[in-house]
T-cell receptor, first 114, second 115 residues
Framework: AQKVTQAQTEISVVEKEDVTLDCVYE???????LFWYKQPPSGELVFLIR??????QNEISGRYSWNFQKSTSSFNFTITASQVVDSAVYFCAPPTGGGNKLTFGTGTQLKVEL | GAGVSQTPSNKVTEKGKYVELRCDPI?????LYWYRQSLGQGPEFLIY????????DSGLPNDRFFAVRPEGSVSTLKIQRTERGDSAVYLCASSLLASSYNEQFFGPGTRLTVL
């Protein structure tokens, strides 16, 4: 069975600190995709990035970077120099059950304070 | 361009009533998904359409829930004999195609409250 785990329920940081959010996806599939979404207090889910399991290179987009470690099935998401506007719940979500429906983790609530 | 829209944004109803929730996907997107999000939880899959047909409805909790997409664009989620446990935010998403590669874009959701 496939399982998505976001062990960090809530993280609080002070603005300008770097923060890393963890996601572990256990599956028997050898290749797969994983999506990251952000849900700010307004409630609307915002797509951030799609990563695939056969690419272990870090990907960087502005202050965001993603790292995949196949040995531990971990997709980590790092925000550099965090800002108050980064405060949100972050979900990782692999497509499962035929590759179309997203299975969301429980999310990590990130609070960035001044 | 316009994103996914959902109406109403809020719906309050009494237990036992019938409700309809509407989703208007991004133009040109052939796949449409419905999810339900309870407080403090991640969204849970309900059903998805590829074109007009329901390709996977395995997430619908019981036969009180039904969804249609008659012309392959707008979709309506229908809930009969609502129960208090149906209270949640109902999210709609669309993607270009129903594949594991294509990202899904979400609407703002409909908050359903069953009294």
């Amino acid at each position: 069975a496939q399982k998505v785990t976001q062990a960090q329920t809530e993280i609080s940081v002070v603005e300008k600190e770097d923060v890393t959010l963890d996601c572990v996806y256990e599956t028997r599939d050898t290749t797969y995709y994983l999506f990251w979404y952000k849900q700010p207090p307004s409630g609307e889910l915002v797509f951030l990035i799609r990563r695939n399991s056969f690419d272990e290179q870090n990907e960087i987009s502005g202050r965001y970077s993603w790292n995949f470690q196949k040995s531990t099935s971990s997709f980590n998401f790092t925000i550099t120099a965090s800002q108050v506007v980064d405060s949100a719940v972050y979900f990782c979500a692999p497509p499962t059950g035929g590759g179309n429906k997203l299975t969301f983790g429980t999310g990590t609530q990130l609070k960035v304070e001044l | 361009g316009a994103g996914v829209s959902q109406t109403p944004s809020n719906k309050v109803t009494e237990k036992g009533k019938y409700v309809e929730l509407r989703c208007d996907p991004i133009s040109g997107h052939t796949a449409l998904y419905w999810y339900r999000q309870s407080l403090g939880q991640g969204p849970e899959f309900l059903i998805y359409f590829q074109g007009t047909g329901a390709a996977d409805d395995s997430g619908l909790p019981n036969d009180r829930f039904f969804a249609v997409r008659p012309e392959g664009s707008v979709s309506t989620l229908k809930i009969q004999r609502t129960e208090r446990g149906d209270s949640a935010v109902y999210l709609c998403a669309s993607s270009l195609l129903a594949s594991s590669y294509n990202e899904q874009f979400f609407g703002p959701g409909t908050r359903l409250t069953v009294l």
